[in-house]
């Protein structure tokens, strides 16, 4: 474990160890303006990526999420823009200071994930009648254009189902009144397939569930998307898969058209997943507390699904992965996975909530769940009869 320099699409960047708990980061650059600003993002993504962690023996994970303290230096004519810039950007915990000078840099310092009080909580409490959570989010449809291995919300799998506006809407307003989200996601299957998405992303933001609305995607329909749609929009996050890529011409119109209306935009390069469903069923008790203890995944994907708050996707789609994916072979343990979550409907369900956010016992669906430390496989995608038959991995990857 070592510090390192490295070079990221032309910024360059140092990185210190301090402990294992804390690196401290700088990436500097020749430039001005948001494009300026969007390649020192970037780049601090870069020097924290698994693939650099890995590189260089450092266990993370490390967000940006979740950095200490924000330190950016820019031309002097752009201090109050760069500082505004770089607040819609980051969490609202984050101090953020910025400053005349040159070359453009950013110095931070990035916490590992968990160790933020914000982060991944040990003991989720009710303010004001609300819990604060880190993520909430909604599958506005559950099928997908894709059909990507490991997808944990099992898009691949899943038959065309669309939520309604006013389902959406009525969703976030039960939802608004018991938790105070850091972030909503929208999300799928792949949300651009919602044929009134607009809509949606209007009816979400009018219920005032979060201040920030971040919708996912994987990029390849957003050349089909309206002004309006740009308009509406918030943030914007495209996983950029290796096995299905945005073409570059198409990447630089998205980002054309998310400064002109001025969108966050983080495009995600991801060559590899995480595995989190696992077709080997955990029997020791032990074990799968462990995993639940150590998953980030339940405090960052909290989701409602068929009138049932989860605190995360594999608990909310156990049932149809006991039955597609598993094939029936576990009906106690199918059975049992259905005592996972909590009705929307319940009596006092902010209390029924913070009971349930903070129970000390793992969800029945960890028993067949890596958690958020899977092992990675690179990106691909599985055919048509893999999702037929019910293969959790591409045959060719089987090898049989």
Not at 13 to 33: F, N, Q, W
Not at 91 to 106: E, F, I, L, Q
Not at 255 to 275: C, G, M, Y
Request: proline share 4%; charged share 25%.
């Amino acid at each position: 474990m070592t510090d390192w320099t490295a070079t990221h699409a032309g910024v360059s960047i140092e990185v210190t160890v301090r402990d294992s708990e804390t690196l401290a980061v700088r990436a500097a650059v020749e430039g001005t303006g948001d494009v300026t600003l969007e390649r020192l993002l970037a780049a601090l993504r870069h020097a924290t990526s698994h693939a650099e962690l890995t590189a260089h023996a450092v266990e993370g994970p490390f967000r940006v999420e979740d950095l200490v303290a924000v330190e950016a230096t820019v031309d002097a004519a752009e201090v109050e823009v760069a500082a505004r810039w770089l607040r819609r950007r980051l969490s609202r915990d984050t101090p953020v200071t910025v400053r005349a000078g040159a070359p453009a840099c950013v110095d931070v310092v990035f916490a590992r994930r968990g160790t933020r009080p914000t982060s991944q909580r040990q003991e989720y409490a009710r303010v004001d009648g609300k819990v604060r959570v880190e993520a909430f989010e909604l599958h506005v449809v559950e099928h997908c254009n894709l059909r990507c291995t490991s997808c944990c919300n099992m898009s691949p799998y899943m038959p065309e189902r669309t939520l309604a506006v006013a389902e959406v809407e009525a969703m976030c307003r039960t939802m608004a009144q018991h938790i105070e989200a850091d972030v909503f996601k929208i999300m799928g299957g792949e949300p651009l397939l919602h044929p009134q998405i607009t809509e949606v992303i209007r009816a979400i933001r009018g219920t005032g569930i979060s201040r920030i609305v971040r919708l996912f995607t994987n990029g390849l329909l957003l050349h089909t998307m309206t002004e309006e749609f740009w308009q509406a929009l918030d943030e914007l996050t495209i996983s950029n898969y290796s096995s299905a890529p945005v073409k570059p011409a198409m990447v630089a119109e998205i980002q054309a058209k998310a400064r002109a209306h001025d969108v966050v935009l983080n495009i995600k390069p991801v060559a590899a997943f995480s595995e989190v469903m696992s077709d080997a069923r955990i029997d020791s008790d032990d074990e799968m507390k462990r995993v639940y203890d150590n998953c980030w995944l339940r405090h960052r994907c909290m989701v409602v699904r068929n009138e049932k708050f989860y605190m995360c996707t594999r608990a909310a789609y156990a049932d149809e992965f006991h039955t597609r994916l598993l094939h029936g072979a576990h009906p106690g343990d199918r059975e049992a996975a259905r005592g996972d979550g909590v009705p929307i409907h319940t009596p006092d369900l902010g209390a029924a909530l913070l009971e349930y956010l903070n129970k000390a016992e793992p969800l029945e669906s960890c028993r067949f769940c890596h958690g958020g430390a899977g092992p990675l496989a690179p990106h691909s995608q599985l055919s048509k009869a893999d999702v037929r038959e019910g293969r959790l991995r591409p045959l060719r990857v089987l090898g049989s």
